[in-house]
């Protein structure tokens, strides 16, 4: 069974408007984190954000918000007023207390902005 | 120079060349990865160091070889490989290993390998 699934292969989004990107994991580790990535043409994975999984509060990190349902094992990623370089691939990620050491990814996003 | 450094960008050989693939990183961690993305698949790990010493090596091929000789450098080594092992490998290294936010991977750029 995947432990990140990403069912939206590509997303369109005018700029300045908000966009939401999914992802469902599945595990059954107590203790747990969720990391987004953005991966521009280039190829570099650039972090974006980061839930943990006792995390009271969604994190926020300037534009980028995660909204964490715990109970659905869900951690969905939005971005606020989007840019035009915000166009890149976008992976969900999970690590996992018992697999301390593995970084297990979704198979991305694809999300283009349009002017 | 900061971050995390891979050399080279791209590469291109032949099935029976020998290549090594490096990276280095500047930011003092402890853990670095080898990940594999080829495509229309999420990200493979392949190897991983911890201190220097591999943790982990997910059932990747022999034709496969990492190597680290200290927490700042890691290399990838390449011999007899097939078309199918193009893909863009990915370096990444981390303050330690565990869930917490503390341990976010930041990633080279890659080097987009293809074989001929």
């Known amino acids: 069974a995947q432990k990140i699934t990403q069912t939206q292969p590509g997303m369109f989004v005018q700029e300045k408007e908000a966009v939401t990107l999914d992802c469902t994991y599945d595990t059954s580790d107590p203790s747990y984190g969720l990391f987004w990535y953005k991966q521009p043409s280039s190829g570099e994975m650039i972090f974006l954000i980061y839930?943990?999984?006792?995390?009271?509060q969604n994190a926020t990190e300037g534009r980028y918000s995660l909204n964490f349902q715990k109970a659905r094992k869900s951690a969905n990623l939005v971005i606020s007023a989007s840019q035009l370089g915000d166009s890149a691939m976008y992976f969900c990620?999970?690590?996992?207390?018992?697999?301390?050491?593995?970084?297990?990814f979704g198979k991305g996003t694809m999300l283009l902005v349009s002017p | 120079e900061t971050g995390v450094t891979q050399t080279p960008r791209h590469l291109v050989m032949g099935m029976t060349n020998k290549k090594s693939l490096k990276c280095e990183q500047h930011l003092g961690h402890n853990a670095m990865y080898w990940y594999k993305q080829s495509a229309k698949k999420p990200l493979e790990l392949m190897f991983v160091?911890?201190?220097?010493?591999?943790?982990e090596n997910n059932s990747v091929p022999s034709r496969f070889s990492p190597e680290c000789p200290n927490s700042s450098h890691l290399f990838l080594h390449l011999h007899t490989l097939q078309p199918e092992d193009s893909a863009l490998y990915l370096c990444?290294?981390?303050?330690?290993?565990?869930?917490?936010?503390?341990?976010?991977?930041?990633f080279g750029a890659g080097s987009r390998l293809t074989v001929l």
């Open positions: 160091y911890n201190f220097k010493e591999q943790t």
């Open positions: 839930q943990g999984s006792y995390d009271q």
């Open positions: 990444a290294s981390s303050q330690g290993q565990g869930s917490s936010g503390a341990n976010v991977l930041t």
């Open positions: 990620a999970m690590r996992e207390v018992s697999g301390y050491s593995t970084l297990t």
